[in-house]
């Protein structure tokens, strides 16, 4: 994917649905550029094309979210591998900066197990010899490729760890921090009764957010990795609840 391409989802996560013309006026491009463009995202599901206007897919798909803030989650997940050695052993879940989180992992460290009930992430990272995967078992979701349920939770019991990494659709300062999916977000709950420390990895656009249902009380998580765009006022927040906030 090229900067381009990369600029165009991010005015569309914004906006939704832009016309061609208008992309060709905002990036100073032709509509014949843009159109390439277009039919090369649309080909990997990211987006869908309508007559005379691009329009973001709001699928669970693991492609079409790891797209949205690319740039900005491979920094979030780049600076927050700084925190793993060599040797260790975590669980991650799923989202898409944890899926960064987990390749970043695979390139630069040695030895590390990874515990998840992601099989995107078993699957992303298989070709790395020095990472050692456990894919915990489970109810399986297609679009998302994660496993959910009493399963799961069996099998994440049989470990403990210092640190889980998980990913949040959306946070407020009534519910903490949120998902959008009530299996997924039991899943979470359960996984972070086997670690020391829950360490959220998410770019700021999600802290504008509020999911439907809760995922993990701020009191929680011990550490977040975000980008500098994060409200003031929600970081604030989360310093005087303990929480430390890590931008980049």
Known sequence: MNKRQTTILDLLSKSKKIEVSSLALMLDVS???IRKDLDALEKSGIIIREHGY???NDSDDINTRLAYHYEIKQKIARKAAETIHDGETLMIESGSCCYLLALEIAKTKQEVTLITNSAFIA??????K?????LLGGEYQKESQVMVGPI???CAQNFYVDKLFIGADGFSVDTGFTGND????????DLAKQAK????????SKFDQIGVVSLMDTKKVSMVYTDK???LDTENYLKENQVEVIKV
């Open 31 to 33: 509509q014949v550029t």
């Open 54 to 56: 691009a329009v973001l």
């Open 123 to 128: 699957e992303y990272v298989r070709r790395y």
């Open 130 to 134: 020095n990472i050692h995967v456990i």
């Open 152 to 154: 799961t939770r069996n």
């Open 182 to 189: 009530y299996m997924r977000a039991e899943t979470v709950r």
């Open 197 to 204: 420390k829950v360490i959220v990895v998410t770019d700021s």
């Open 229 to 231: 765009e994060i409200n």
